[in-house]
């Protein structure tokens, strides 16, 4: 969470600069917003461009897709508004270094003007964010196909009792088994044998009643 408000608020600065870079000198007090947009393709001009169809247009467009990046938390929407700012930055960057034969840096106001540093800022400030951002996580609460949950146990196949690891023939009539006399608790059960009543020609025995 404090990584996502850290990430946005240098992502809307980064896109602030950026758009806001237009309106400064560029090179030599001219502004980027005179240079037109078919000019970093075709090569540089004296022709005034409208802002609507200057270098501004790429800026804000970047700046849009910040905006979208930031409400939904997108890091890839943030580093795209980046690399675009960048990429028409050093665009022009390059034109402007073939037709003056090279770019310099003055102290009167020559050369390369503040607006291009704040382009430049703008564009690591966007990338930036990127990586601080940590984006959306989601949850998911859904249990794996392969779970507990999801797996299939098919019955054991019955067996014969009398037969361990055959299993039991339908047609076979089981008898029933017992422990082995060596479990103290299984012996088989014992049989009693009947007593045959008292013979009547015998006396019975003395604590007998009739």
């Known amino acids: 969470m404090v990584r996502n408000v850290i990430g946005s608020v240098l992502a809307l600065a ?6 806001w870079s237009p309106f400064r000198a560029w090179y030599d ?3 980027g917003s005179e240079y037109r947009i078919q000019d970093l393709f075709g090569g540089i001009t004296d022709v005034k461009a ?18 979208v990046g930031v409400v939904f938390r997108s890091r890839l929407l943030v580093a795209l508004a980046g690399l675009t700012v960048l990429g028409f930055t050093v665009l022009w960057m390059v034109r402007v270094g073939q037709v003056e034969g090279g770019l310099t840096v003055g102290g ?5 003007g503040d607006g291009v540093a704040s382009a430049l800022g703008g564009g690591a400030l966007l ?3 990127s990586l601080v951002m940590s984006g959306r996580r989601t949850r998911s609460r859904s249990l794996p196909l392969d779970g507990p949950r999801h797996r299939r146990t098919e019955p054991a196949e019955p067996t014969d009792p009398t037969r361990p690891g055959e299993p039991v023939d339908p047609d076979r009539p089981t008898q029933p088994t017992y422990p082995t006399p060596d479990d103290p608790y299984g012996a088989p059960p014992t049989r009693t044998m009947d007593v045959p009543p008292w013979d009547q020609n015998r006396e019975p025995p003395p604590n007998h009643r009739a």
């Open 29 to 31: 007090g001219r502004h």
């Open 50 to 67: 409208d802002v609507i169809g200057s270098i501004l247009l790429p800026f804000a467009f970047a700046a849009v897709v910040t905006l």
């Open 127 to 129: 990338l930036l964010a």
């Open 14 to 19: 980064g896109a602030t600069a950026a758009v």
């Open 108 to 112: 009167d106001g020559t050369g390369l």
